[in-house]
């Protein structure tokens, strides 16, 4: 079966950045649009941001447009969250979905074929 894995969380104070990545195993990604989501303690998973299967369109929440960017490799079955000027707001447990032959639109289901299972990303003093 297909894993998913996030590497890159970690700890750092505000203003500083950070890049995830998420690396599929067994088979490529290229037909499958990809997202990042994250889940703070006590609060509802969010979409921060998704790119389509073809690479030519993203989308970002509101609360990391400007500051987040997401591009996929497809040659190295990665998809990748570029994180710059942190905000304590931003801690959260970070994971990658996968959708195959998704929209954008339809990313915000949160409705996945196939989820990592996270990596955490604190920012603080």
């Known amino acids: 079966q297909v894993r998913l894995e996030e590497s890159g969380g970690g700890s750092v104070q505000p203003g500083h950045s950070l890049t995830l990545s998420c690396t599929a195993s067994?088979?490529?990604?290229?037909?499958?649009?990809m997202a990042w989501f994250r889940q703070a303690t006590g609060k509802e998973r969010e979409l921060v941001a998704a790119i389509h299967w073809s690479a030519d369109q993203t989308s970002y929440s509101p609360s990391v447009k400007g500051r987040f960017t997401i591009s996929r490799d497809n040659a190295k079955n990665t998809v990748y969250l570029q994180m710059n000027s942190l905000k304590p707001e931003d801690t959260a447990v970070y994971s990658c979905?996968?959708?195959?032959?998704?929209?954008?639109?339809?990313?915000?289901?949160?409705?996945?074929?196939?989820w990592g299972k996270g990596t955490l990303v604190t920012v603080s003093t």
């Open positions: 067994i088979r490529t990604i290229d037909t499958y649009t």
């Open positions: 979905g996968e959708k195959l032959l998704s929209s954008l639109e339809d990313m915000r289901t949160g409705a996945m074929n196939f």
